[in-house]
């Protein structure tokens, strides 16, 4: 198994605590992950600040852009710089001509903790927005799923240390895996669509694996990644089926060991 692992030497510190026992009291060291206030900038001016782990900036830079639809690709970003600071990170983003205007017509502030899916969006109407229909001929055989997790499971190497964040994977039947991780559920997405998006990698082959459950901005995501496939050890909600439905995604559900539940296009699971 292939697995490209995130970077945690910012990721995670140790602190002390009191840990209670059997009735009796120790100090004991505990390994917690990293969160601290990022802010998305474009051309100056600040799109989103998000509390997130400081680990792989700059796909999560281009994968928050891909999956707000600020850029179409990674290419349309320019120039890029993650500034640290006292009070959190500046993820300093340039755009390509004609995309600033436009940006400018668009803006949105997000103000959230742990990167919350829909907070600061202006209207109902875009928690509901129109999202792309995936197009992809991939089937899976049904032992994927299991693999897949196990997959995942194995190689969260954050998540070994802390028992504290989540993770979504890439997957494809080969056996590779790419892995990202944050205390945040969105915001390891939008890291993974930003490590595909630099690494030219189809999403129209492979799976999305979560470790949350299936909300309706993680099938949104999902479906601005291009990804057929997504697969949770959690259950979704009514209105991520109907969205992944409408999406042409294959939504898996409460998958654990060989346990499964299959929502939608379940054409793309071989038995």
């Given at each position: 198994?292939?697995?490209?692992?995130?970077?945690?030497?910012?990721?995670?510190?140790?602190?002390?605590?009191?840990?209670?026992?059997?009735?009796?009291?120790?100090?004991?060291?505990?390994?917690?992950?990293?969160?601290?206030p990022i802010a998305l900038?474009?051309?100056?001016?600040?799109?989103?600040?998000?509390?997130?782990?400081?680990?792989?900036?700059?796909?999560?830079?281009?994968?928050?852009?891909?999956?707000?639809?600020?850029?179409?690709?990674?290419?349309?970003?320019?120039?890029?710089?993650?500034?640290?600071?006292?009070?959190?990170?500046?993820?300093?983003?340039?755009?390509?001509?004609?995309?600033?205007?436009?940006?400018?017509?668009?803006?949105?502030?997000?103000?959230?903790?742990?990167?919350?899916?829909?907070?600061?969006?202006?209207?109902?109407?875009?928690?509901?927005?129109?999202?792309?229909?995936?197009?992809?001929?991939?089937?899976?055989?049904?032992?994927?799923?299991?693999?897949?997790?196990?997959?995942?499971?194995?190689?969260?190497?954050?998540?070994?240390?802390?028992?504290?964040?989540?993770?979504?994977?890439?997957?494809?039947?080969?056996?590779?895996?790419?892995?990202?991780?944050?205390?945040?559920?969105?915001?390891?997405?939008?890291?993974?669509?930003?490590?595909?998006?630099?690494?030219?990698?189809?999403?129209?082959?492979?799976?999305?694996?979560?470790?949350?459950?299936?909300?309706?901005?993680?099938?949104?995501?999902?479906?601005?990644?291009?990804?057929?496939?997504?697969?949770?050890?959690?259950?979704?909600?009514?209105?991520a089926v109907q969205t992944?439905?409408?999406?042409?995604?294959?939504?898996?559900?409460?998958?654990?060991?060989?346990?499964?539940?299959?929502?939608?296009?379940?054409?793309?699971?071989?038995?």
């Open positions: 198994m292939l697995a490209d692992k995130i970077h945690i030497s910012d990721s995670v510190r140790s602190y002390s605590c009191i840990a209670g026992e059997g009735g009796s009291l120790a100090l004991r060291t505990r390994v917690l992950p990293e969160e601290t900038v474009y051309e100056g001016s600040t799109e989103a600040v998000l509390m997130a782990t400081p680990a792989d900036l700059e796909d999560f830079a281009v994968g928050f852009s891909l999956n707000e639809g600020v850029v179409e690709g990674c290419k349309d970003i320019t120039d890029f710089a993650a500034i640290h600071g006292e009070y959190g990170v500046e993820l300093r983003m340039w755009l390509a001509s004609g995309l600033s205007e436009r940006h400018r017509q668009r803006r949105r502030r997000l103000v959230g903790p742990t990167g919350c899916g829909l907070c600061g969006i202006e209207s109902l109407a875009e928690a509901v927005r129109p999202i792309p229909r995936v197009v992809s001929e991939v089937h899976f055989p049904e032992v994927c799923i299991a693999d897949s997790l196990a997959a995942l499971a194995k190689h969260q190497t954050l998540n070994h240390q802390t028992h504290a964040t989540h993770a979504a994977g890439f997957y494809v039947p080969d056996g590779n895996l790419i892995i990202r991780e944050d205390v945040g559920r969105h915001n390891a997405l939008d890291k993974l669509a930003g490590a595909l998006s630099l690494r030219s990698i189809d999403p129209a082959w492979g799976a999305i694996v979560i470790t949350s459950r299936e909300s309706v901005e993680m099938v949104q995501k999902a479906a601005q990644i291009g990804a057929p496939i997504l697969i949770a050890i959690s259950a979704p909600t009514g209105l992944a439905e409408r999406a042409n995604i294959t939504l898996v559900a409460v998958a654990r060991g060989n346990s499964y539940q299959l929502f939608c296009h379940a054409e793309r699971i071989e038995r």
